[in-house]
């Protein structure tokens, strides 16, 4: 502490604003002396100084981990509403690329034979284990895997259904109608991942 107190003692500013000027008379007149207002200013410096680097640090650092991605992402401040730069872990590229890759490797919209109740009951397990695991952090990063899910659901329609065969649009607004009608169907329409159909 003693060291600290010499260095603030002898350090020399070239140049100090008119506030900090008047921050100096202030706390001088407050009995404090100048090495501890000396002190106290290089240690905002410092502050200010460190958060300016570890915030580029943060930026730029990224690393994937357990099927997770590490990087920094916009984070809303809920008793402030302010959105701000967070060092937060979500779903890996390579994750999503999987499980979209395990929908469409299980054929699904070719399963004609197969009720929209029993594609429920098949994938349900499925779903609920992702969402589990994957949505504990960063909900909305696996929005377009529910979404892909979503897709292929229409595609099943459009292929189970005559009069939606080659009607996309008529078979999203089919698969919207049920979701409306049964919000409890598939695990990812009660906890409202994936609104969407297109």
């Not at 100048?34 to 410092?46: F, P």
Request: a positive charge.
């Amino acid at each position: 502490m003693n060291d600290i107190q010499h260095y603030c003692d002898t350090l020399k500013l070239p140049y100090i604003k008119e506030s900090a000027e008047r921050e100096a008379s202030d706390s001088l007149r407050r009995k404090d002396t100048y090495a501890d207002y000396l002190k106290r200013l290089l240690h905002q410096e410092v502050l200010n100084r460190f958060s300016r680097s570890i915030q580029v640090k943060i930026k730029k650092a990224q690393f994937t981990f357990l099927g997770y991605d590490f990087r920094s992402r916009r984070s809303l401040n809920s008793r402030t509403n302010e959105v701000f730069q967070n060092f937060m872990p979500a779903v890996s590229k390579s994750a999503a690329k999987s499980m979209r890759a395990h929908i469409r490797a299980s054929r699904m919209r070719n399963r004609t034979e197969l009720s929209l109740k029993e594609i429920a009951d098949r994938y349900n397990p499925i779903l609920r284990g992702w969402i589990g695991y994957y949505g504990c952090y960063y909900k909305s990063a696996l929005d377009p895997v529910m979404l892909h899910f979503n897709k292929t659901l229409v595609a099943w329609a459009m292929r189970k259904y005559k009069k939606l065969k080659g009607h996309r649009t008529r078979a999203s607004l089919f698969i919207k109608k049920i979701q409306k009608e049964s919000p409890d169907l598939f695990i990812h329409w009660k906890q409202g991942y994936g609104i969407g159909f297109a």
